[in-house]
């Protein structure tokens, strides 16, 4: 299976599992660097892994980022509908507080 290397030598099997790569991501950038990497520490080693697949692993990798994405916005969407009808519970009903 290839493999693709961070820059601390770290390597991620290129198996299509996004979040195993950004459960890496956080190892490797946001803990080695006790939670103070940069913007520019995160962004390098995300182009370092991009430039390190082939065509056909970037085409995986980026349909499941899009796809997790999409989750993640709706159910951000979904939370903030549901904080407004409870806020608007509240206003209606204001003994529920």
């Known amino acids: 299976m290839k493999k693709v290397k961070m820059l601390t030598g770290h390597e991620i099997p290129l198996d299509g599992d996004l979040l195993y790569m950004l459960e890496s991501l956080y190892r490797e950038v946001a803990l080695k660097r006790e939670l103070k990497a940069t913007y520019d520490d995160m962004m390098n080693e995300i182009v370092n892994l991009v430039e390190g697949m082939d065509e056909g692993a970037r085409?995986?990798?980026?349909?499941?980022?899009?796809?997790?994405?999409?989750?993640?916005?709706?159910?951000?969407?979904?939370?903030?509908?549901?904080?407004?009808?409870?806020g608007n519970a509240h206003e209606d009903n204001p003994s529920d507080s």
């Open 59 to 86: 085409k995986q990798y980026l349909t499941e980022s899009l796809f997790l994405n999409t989750v993640t916005y709706e159910n951000e969407r979904l939370s903030a509908y549901m904080r407004r009808l409870t």
